[in-house]
């Protein structure tokens, strides 16, 4: 499967964004999908994920303001980002993890700058 984010951008603090991440080769949907981050001198982080049977979790930092999505019928999974804060400065990642096969998939990811 491919993936290609976009979306990202400059906002300012209190803003909203809506990432997209776009699938092909595959149906997305049968994959456990993720959205990472990774701010500038710092480990990539969990952002947000959603399982094969739809459940999700997010990381502490952005739980109440963050929601991910998908599309089935667009093969596309979204992440809606509101209440924004210079803290979520970072690039951002798509991932598709296949259990089976124990395989990552990642975009090349998307850029958001949160200014105060």
């Known amino acids: 499967v491919q993936l290609v984010e976009s979306g990202g951008g400059l906002v300012q603090s209190g803003g909203s964004l809506r990432l997209s991440c776009a699938a092909s080769?595959?149906?997305?949907?049968?994959?456990?999908r993720a959205w990472y981050r990774q701010a500038p001198g710092k480990q990539r982080e969990l952002v947000a994920a959603i399982s094969s049977g739809g459940t999700t979790n997010y990381g502490d930092s952005v739980k109440g303001r963050f929601t991910i999505s998908g599309d089935n019928a667009k093969n596309t999974m979204y992440l809606q980002m509101n209440s924004l804060e210079p803290e979520d400065t970072a690039v951002y990642y798509c991932?598709?993890?296949?259990?089976?096969?124990?395989?990552?998939?990642w975009g090349k990811g998307t850029l958001v700058t949160v200014s105060s």
């Open positions: 991932n598709a993890y296949e259990v089976q096969g124990r395989t990552d998939y």
């Open positions: 080769g595959s149906l997305l949907s049968i994959y456990n």
